[in-house]
């Protein structure tokens, strides 16, 4: 009888999606396999683009939100679906409360907050041997963290030909003209956003040439996009808060050239196979990478970077300032040159 897997996925958009591989690995090891993933609302379509995965089931608690009883209610009702083993992503307490109640046999994660009597296959987290997010993931399909090879795939969405050009409609887009993608937001603050300006200016240089320039983003990145887009001649699509997530994915599988900051949405045109430029500041691209071989990243490497914060602990946020539209445009002429 086929394996029953359950997977009690991250929140974040790019974790989210850097956790494809790992269901890949499973289905190699344990051909004929069944995953389901467990997710948050706002999560959902990425787990959807996954062949790998056979259903998503929503998962209502939000960042922070204890709710102990309804989270003993909610894993005792998925205890009933006959999962031989579930593996918890999320590092968190309460991530594994609900993998208690499931009362599944095998309950595989790592130590994380201290969960040593919620989960019996438990992992010591070895972050020397596995600095790269994606790994730490991917070596959970293993029996121990020794028998994974230190190699995972890059993830890879299946798009619907026919969902993207319903996208394309409702949005009164086209692609006549090649596409450049903006997504100038970023989730965590303003040390991993490039400056308005600097993109701007990098779009006006496309536009010239003949090329579209889309904003992407949620609605809490519209001003910044709006901002780019006034400095552009209001040449810009912005499209931030104007998209549901599956409608971002179809189109940003559009577009010929993306640039983005270090974001979910950067981890989205890499599993979209989208010719990409990464730009870092305060973060590092050592830990959570664009996976994709069509990936360049720039960073000016600089002796305070990275720092990690969400606001330029030094006030001038160099790291990104200083960070020209030049040397972006050369990474993404660099790209279009190897394709």
């Known amino acids: ?86 593996i918890v992503l999320p590092g968190s307490l309460k991530s594994a409360i609900i993998a208690l109640a499931t009362g599944i046999k095998q309950r595989t994660g790592y130590v994380g907050e201290s969960r040593y009597f919620l989960l019996n296959d438990i992992r010591k987290l070895d972050k020397a041997a596995l600095p790269l997010m994606v790994d730490r993931y991917t070596a959970l399909a293993h029996p121990t963290q020794a028998d994974f090879n ?26 006549d003209k090649p596409i450049l993608a903006f997504c100038p937001g970023a989730e965590y603050g303003p040390a991993k956003r490039w400056p308005a300006r600097h993109f701007a200016e990098l779009g006006r240089r496309y536009l010239a040439e003949g090329w579209q320039v889309w904003l992407f983003g949620s609605q809490k990145d519209f001003d910044i996009a709006d901002e780019i887009n006034q400095l552009s001649d209001g040449l810009c699509t912005n499209l931030c808060g104007k998209t549901n997530l599956p409608e971002a994915i179809d189109l940003l599988s559009c577009a010929d050239t993306v640039v983005c900051n270090d974001s979910g949405l950067m981890h989205l045109a890499a599993a979209l196979d989208r010719k990409l430029v990464a730009v870092y500041g305060s973060s590092s691209p050592d830990h959570t990478p664009p996976l994709s071989q069509k990936a360049k990243i720039v960073s000016l490497n600089l ?25 972006v445009q050369k990474a993404a002429e660099e790209l279009a040159r190897s394709a």
């Open 1 to 86: 009888m086929s394996k029953k897997i359950l997977i009690i996925t991250p929140s974040w958009i790019g974790d989210c999606v850097m956790t494809q591989p790992l269901y890949r690995r499973l289905h190699e090891l344990h051909p004929g396999c069944t995953i389901d993933a467990f997710a948050p609302k706002w999560s959902m379509a990425v787990f959807e683009r996954m062949p790998e995965i056979n259903r998503v089931m929503e998962n209502p608690f939000g960042h922070g939100a204890l709710e102990l009883k309804k989270r003993w209610r909610i894993g005792r009702e998925l205890g009933k679906e006959g999962y031989d083993q579930v």
């Open 303 to 327: 002796d305070c970077s990275p720092c990690f914060k969400r606001e330029c602990p030094l006030g001038h946020t160099d790291c990104l300032n200083k960070l020209t539209p030049d040397m």
């Open 150 to 175: 230190g190699h995972s795939d890059n993830p890879c969405f299946k798009i619907d030909p026919e969902s993207r050009q319903a996208a394309l409609e409702k949005h009164g887009l086209t692609t």
